[in-house]
């Protein structure tokens, strides 16, 4: 069992830059990865970036990169998720995802077993 909460969201203007957090409590030492959802009104849910938790690795979604940074500290069990250069299509609802199941790759939500509640991410323009 892991539970996962989000924090950090908020609203912010464009152009200004938010760090959510993400903490894991639980059995947490069988985390493979984390990752890092987000999901805007009347759209799929799509992957921001994940971490492979012991490793370090990174991977992000071509809409992410250059403007987000993912990160964890492994001895606090949690997982950050910095957003620069806001834009007002950052707006949804982000969401931190655990995968405890051994695979060869993390990009698409089923291969994570647990999620947090989300926080909300609202840019202004």
């Known amino acids: 069992q892991v539970q996962l909460v989000e924090s950090g969201g908020g609203l912010v203007q464009a152009g200004g830059s938010l760090r959510l957090s993400c903490a894991a409590s639980?059995?947490?030492?069988?985390?493979?990865?984390m990752g890092w959802f987000r999901q805007a009104p009347g759209k799929e849910r799509e992957l921001v970036a994940h971490?492979?938790?012991?490793?370090?690795?990174?991977y992000y979604a071509d809409s992410a990169k250059g403007r987000f940074t993912i990160s964890r500290d492994n001895a606090k069990n949690t997982m950050y998720l910095e957003i620069n250069s806001l834009r007002p299509e950052d707006t949804a609802v982000y969401y931190c995802?655990?995968?405890?199941?051994?695979?060869?790759?993390?990009?698409?939500?089923?291969?994570?077993?647990?999620w947090g509640q989300g926080t909300q991410v609202t840019v202004s323009s």
């Open positions: 639980g059995r947490t030492f069988s985390t493979y990865a």
């Open positions: 971490i492979r938790w012991s490793s370090g690795n990174t």
């Open positions: 995802a655990a995968g405890t199941n051994s695979a060869s790759s993390y990009y698409t939500a089923a291969r994570y077993n647990y």
